[in-house]
């Protein structure tokens, strides 16, 4: 596949096109409140860091969503347990405040669904990579959604995170394309993203009865979702992977 990868800095004109680009997100990811205050701003206040892909019929099929944001002196091994919802807040915060970036953090990269399975997410981070390393970073984080742990909701993310092949490269396909652009799997974020809502609502999104106490396997969902009947929510606290890329 030909394809030209730009930047909505470069190519404002494509912003309609990046953004409703279709994804395959489970509906309750698409309810964290986070995410739902902030994802959006990205391509908005900082098309620099938005990359897409165009194919060759001037398609968008890919794109990758980055933030700058102050580390600061927290140093190695200190990426907030918060994960993805953290990086978020900081980074707007940062903007508003005036607070130079000193790291680049990953919030997405998401393929169209026609176009999956061709080593586009590859390709992105690699793009990713090159624009950090443009504009004068040292270094890419990334809370890394591990793409086959929604298959093993039960098995405990600390555990998950570290399984390799007997390659030695990560036991997960999405962790083993980090890995093998160059990054090293940190630490977990045990909290990095987190979605509360009524029982209404999860019945909306899931189809399931979250009619018992206790926890909830969810199609989609990295670990079980906590339900309470009795009190009329659940919550859903997903762990991401933190991942490091030296540029």
């Not at 794109?63 to 102050?70: K, R």
């Not at 980074?91 to 680049?104: H, I, K, M, N, S």
């Not at 045990?190 to 979250?210: K, N, Y």
Request: with cysteine; net charge negative; glycine share 8%.
């Amino acid at each position: 596949m030909v394809l030209r990868i730009a930047s909505l800095a470069e190519r404002p004109e494509m912003y309609d096109a990046v953004t409703g680009m279709a994804d395959t997100w489970p509906e309750f990811i698409r309810n964290d409140l986070v995410g739902n205050a902030h994802y959006g701003r990205i391509a908005r206040e900082l098309p620099e860091y938005v990359l897409f892909a165009e194919d060759e019929g001037g398609e968008v099929v890919a794109h990758a969503y980055s933030v700058p944001f102050a580390l600061g002196d927290e140093g190695p091994g200190a990426l907030p347990a918060r994960g993805w919802d953290e990086v978020l807040v900081r980074a707007f915060g940062d903007l508003r405040q005036g607070v130079a970036p000193d790291t680049v953090s990953a919030i997405s990269i998401v393929v169209a669904p026609h176009a999956q399975g061709t080593g586009l997410s590859a390709r992105m981070l690699s793009a990713m990579r090159d624009n950090a390393r443009a504009k004068g970073f040292g270094e890419v984080v990334a809370p890394v959604r591990p793409s086959a742990k929604h298959r093993e909701p039960w098995t405990a993310m600390e555990e998950y995170a570290f399984r390799t092949r007997e390659d030695g490269l990560p036991h997960d396909p999405w962790l083993r394309v980090h890995v093998r652009a160059g990054g090293r799997i940190e630490a977990v974020a045990p909290a990095s993203m987190t979605v509360a809502a009524s029982l209404d609502e999860w019945r909306e999104w899931t189809g399931l009865p979250f009619d018992k106490e206790g926890r909830v396997a969810v199609p989609g969902a990295l670990v079980p979702v906590h339900c309470e009947p009795a009190l009329g929510y659940a919550v859903y606290v997903e762990p991401n992977v933190w991942v490091r890329h030296a540029l």
